[in-house]
């Protein structure tokens, strides 16, 4: 902890000094800062701020920036949460497509009855032969 503490003290001293010298080693426009014009007040709006609203970032949405953030979310929002979560709701309590769960339980009935009746669950003839008209053999 002493470590870090004269490690602490050290890079402060080392700002002091390179903050009293007042420049850098290399060129001038590396650090110098932006300057306020003259007759402006500095403390009317942040630089970044006039940036924006010159240069408004565009989403596509509407031609009025504010307007346009409302929509890019709006419909962000709705993509997500409505089309995403409630579609997958919506898909999941769909009814039995093509049937499968009611010829899955009745089969199910069937083969319970068939075991009842002491019967083979597949009957080789699908149909009564006592009960069908085939054609003459000629």
């Given at each position: 902890?002493?470590?870090?503490?004269?490690?602490l003290r050290a890079l402060r001293a080392r700002a002091l000094?390179?903050?009293?010298?007042?420049?850098?080693?290399?060129?001038?426009?590396?650090?110098?800062?932006?300057?306020?014009?003259?007759?402006?007040?500095?403390?009317?709006?942040?630089?970044?701020?006039v940036a924006q609203r010159k240069n408004p970032d565009y989403?596509?949405?509407?031609?009025?920036?504010?307007?346009?953030?409302?929509?890019?979310?709006?419909?962000?929002?709705?993509?997500?949460?409505?089309?995403?979560?409630?579609?997958?709701?919506?898909?999941?309590?769909?009814?039995?497509?093509?049937?499968?769960?009611?010829?899955?339980?009745?089969?199910?009935?069937?083969?319970?009855?068939?075991?009842?009746?002491?019967?083979?669950?597949?009957?080789?003839?699908?149909?009564?032969?006592?009960?069908?008209?085939?054609?003459?053999?000629?």
């Amino acid at each position: 902890m002493a470590a870090l503490g004269r490690a602490l003290r050290a890079l402060r001293a080392r700002a002091l000094r390179a903050g009293a010298r007042e420049r850098s080693v290399g060129p001038a426009g590396a650090v110098a800062l932006p300057q306020v014009p003259l007759g402006a007040d500095p403390h009317e709006e942040e630089p970044m701020a006039v940036a924006q609203r010159k240069n408004p970032d565009y989403h596509g949405f509407s031609a009025d920036p504010d307007v346009d953030v409302l929509n890019m979310r709006a419909t962000f929002f709705a993509g997500v949460s409505i089309a995403l979560v409630l579609g997958t709701i919506f898909l999941h309590y769909l009814p039995d497509y093509g049937l499968q769960q009611w010829a899955r339980r009745e089969a199910e009935l069937q083969i319970r009855e068939r075991e009842r009746r002491g019967l083979p669950l597949i009957d080789p003839n699908y149909y009564d032969p006592a009960r069908l008209t085939l054609p003459p053999p000629e």
